[in-house]
Nanobody, 127 residues
């Protein structure tokens, strides 16, 4: 079982930067791929970025490519999402997720089944 807690959300002006974090409980964090998703009001939750268990492979949605960076620190059981050049359309609740346990899954990051979810953190970008 993995419990995820996001932090670092807030209000930022368009063009600004923000970093959100997700800290996991348990000793198996380093075996999971980690992902970030977001859900804006009235919209479905969408994929933002993912990172492999080792951190060597990353994958981004086209809408954030070149602006957002996902990273992880397995020693701290934490995954980060650095968001630069923020736009009002980035406003959403951001969720982290864990899945694709490397002991059982060796496929692509784009096909990971996300098993565990955090409660979300609000990011608001003002124009």
């Amino acid at each position: 079982q993995v419990q995820l807690v996001e932090s670092g959300g807030g209000l930022v002006q368009a063009g600004g930067s923000l970093r959100v974090s997700c800290t996991a409980s348990g000793r198996t964090f380093g075996t999971y791929a980690m992902g970030w998703f977001r859900q804006a009001p009235g919209k479905e939750r969408e994929f933002v970025a993912a990172i492999s268990w080792s951190g060597r492979t990353v994958y981004y949605a086209d809408s954030v490519k070149g602006r957002f960076t996902i990273s992880r620190d397995n020693a701290k059981n934490t995954v980060y999402l650095q968001m630069n050049s923020l736009k009002p359309e980035d406003t959403a609740v951001y969720y982290c997720a864990a899945g694709g346990d490397r002991r059982y899954y060796a496929g692509s990051l784009s096909n990971v089944a996300w098993d565990y979810w955090g409660q979300g953190t609000q990011v608001t970008v003002s124009s």
